[in-house]
Nanobody, 119 residues
Framework: QVQLVESGGGLVQAGGSLRLSCAASGSIFSIDDMGWYRQVPRKARELVAAITRGGSTNYADSVKGRFTISRSNANNTVYLQMNSLKPEDTAVYYC?????????????WGQGTQVTVSS
């Protein structure tokens, strides 16, 4: 059984900052890619940022220069530092982790954390 537990969401004014964390626990052999996605009502979930086990990163154009993704392989945790937040960043943020063994590859999702940016 594997769980991803997110924390750090909340309400912030435009221009402010938040830091999201997502910790994986349970029967973990190895974690490959990790990432953050977000979703607003009536829209598809979209990639915000992703990071490989080796530390290579990928960002949505809308957050480049404002958000930074990082991870701790020792703690099975991924972070998202969000600066210069805008009202359009308001969404439920989900973390995703690709867990691998020698023969399997599964993706797991967190439960989501609400981020609200007021203007």
């Amino acid at each position: 059984q594997v769980q991803l537990v997110e924390s750090g969401g909340g309400l912030v004014q435009a221009g402010g900052s938040l830091r999201l964390s997502c910790a994986a626990s349970g029967s973990i052999f190895s974690i490959d890619d990790m990432g953050w996605y977000r979703q607003v009502p009536r829209k598809a979930r979209e990639l915000v940022a992703a990071i490989t086990r080796g530390g290579s990163t990928n960002y949505a154009d809308s957050v480049k220069g404002r958000f930074t993704i990082s991870r701790s392989n020792a703690n099975n945790t991924v972070y998202l530092q969000m600066n210069s937040l805008k009202p359009e960043d308001t969404a439920v943020y989900y973390c995703k982790a690709i867990l691998v063994t020698t023969t399997t590859r599964f993706q797991y999702w967190g439960q989501g954390t609400q981020v609200t940016v007021s203007s």
